[in-house]
């Protein structure tokens, strides 16, 4: 799958040194409040992440919605992060926030493979004759990867299962929006998909530690960090 090309690319320089971003209710400051979200809740986020990314090559932004995650990423100083958001809602977002010259879109959803899905609130299934694009991270084929986040709301084990080739070979650390008990087969609720030989923590653990992020996410390091 080709990343989909903006005809133009609204970033600014100044906007961005000003943290000024662009989501689906309009436009904000990092300390400003609308609807009960907070306009950067990303660099929060990041004010634990940072101690943790030791490398800061190419990372995996999974639900990037209008793309807060990536212009932390930026900052930071990744050098380039591939998004997946299947909502095209966010995508003037995109457009407004992020400098798309250290950025691609996939403009689709994240799965455990390549294909079409058929999604009804968190309840995800792989259909042939679904009318959701989707992609696994694997597919892209990526090197040296040395961040992958995950916020998909519900399919979280899945997206991670179509990481896993691409986790083996970089060893990237990993953030996501659950806890691993949603990736331990005996304690996750809705193992509706998933088989028992797909108990993805118990794949993860031997070789990452870990860590409590922001809002009981979980940040997953690499042992030998």
């Known amino acids: 799958m080709k990343p989909f090309k903006f005809a133009r690319n609204e970033w600014s320089q100044e906007r961005y040194d000003?943290?000024?971003?662009?989501?689906?209710?309009?436009?904000?400051?990092?300390?400003?409040?609308?609807?009960?979200y907070k306009t950067n809740s990303a660099e929060e986020h990041f004010n634990i992440l940072e101690k943790y990314l030791k490398k800061r090559r190419i990372a995996v932004d999974v639900g990037c919605r209008w793309g807060s995650f990536t212009v932390q990423l930026h900052k930071l100083g990744f050098e380039h992060v591939h998004m997946i958001e299947m909502r095209n809602m966010h995508y003037q977002g995109i457009l407004y926030n992020v400098d798309m010259?250290?950025?691609?879109?996939?403009?689709?959803?994240?799965?455990?493979?390549?294909?079409?899905?058929?999604?009804?609130?968190k309840v995800v299934v792989n259909s042939d004759s679904g009318n959701v694009k989707a992609i696994a991270v694997d597919d892209l084929k990526l090197n040296n990867v040395d961040f992958i986040k995950i916020d998909v709301d519900g399919p979280d084990r899945l997206v991670l299962k179509g990481?896993?080739?691409?986790?083996?070979?970089?060893?990237?650390?990993?953030?996501?929006?659950?806890?691993?008990?949603?990736?331990?087969?005996?304690?996750?609720?809705?193992?509706t998909v998933l088989t028992k030989s797909e108990d993805l923590w118990g794949i993860l653990k031997p070789h990452y530690k870990e860590y409590v992020g922001l809002e009981n996410n979980i940040v997953l390091v690499p042992r030998d960090k």
Do not use: F
């Open 18 to 36: 000003k943290n000024e971003l662009l989501n689906s209710d309009g436009v904000h400051n990092p300390v400003g409040m609308l609807g009960g």
């Open 101 to 121: 010259s250290r950025a691609s879109l996939y403009d689709c959803a994240a799965m455990d493979k390549s294909g079409n899905i058929t999604r009804s609130g």
């Open 163 to 191: 990481c896993l080739n691409t986790i083996k070979k970089c060893n990237p650390v990993i953030y996501i929006e659950y806890g691993t008990e949603q990736l331990d087969w005996e304690k996750r609720y809705n193992n």
